[in-house]
């Protein structure tokens, strides 16, 4: 997995709910827990854009709901900063259910998906309609 060249604050924690951006039959996600956080004593584990999270479906098809799924974050609202000096938010935060190979479980992306999330994940990156 590749290293992102941008700067991305981690600004959401566990208990975030967010919009599933696929067509898996998941509408919303509530965060769980983040793989491959180490944190210290007490501290809520934060992810950020293109991190994998364990996210609990709260809403969508039936045979969706109440399922844990892994979930890789595409969008955030809180501005990450890149190298050559611009900045980057979107008006929602959102995820794409992958699975234990980080490719996506649904065969399509709705809206936009960060440059650096496609970079990571070449397979989001073929599927979504537009990289910003």
Excluded: W
């Excluded at 996600?29 to 809520?44: A, D, E, F, I, T």
């Excluded at 809403?59 to 190298?83: C, F, H, N, S, Y």
């Excluded at 479980?105 to 936009?112: F, M, N, S």
């Amino acid at each position: 997995m590749k290293g992102l060249g941008s700067t991305v604050p981690r600004a959401l924690s566990t208990g975030t709910r967010m919009i599933c951006a696929d067509n898996t039959g998941a509408r919303q996600v509530q965060v769980v827990s983040v793989l491959g956080y180490h944190g210290v004593r007490r501290r809520q584990p934060k992810l950020g854009l293109g991190d994998i999270a364990i996210a609990s479906v709260k809403k969508g098809t039936p045979d969706m709901r109440r399922k844990l799924v892994r979930a890789v974050v595409i969008r955030q609202k809180k501005e990450i900063r890149r190298p050559n000096g611009m900045r980057l938010s979107f008006e929602d935060n959102a995820v794409v259910i992958v699975d234990d190979r980080n490719e996506p479980r649904g065969t399509e992306i709705k809206g936009p998906i960060a440059r650096e999330v496609a970079v990571r994940y070449p397979r989001l990156g073929s599927m979504a309609t537009t990289i910003v």
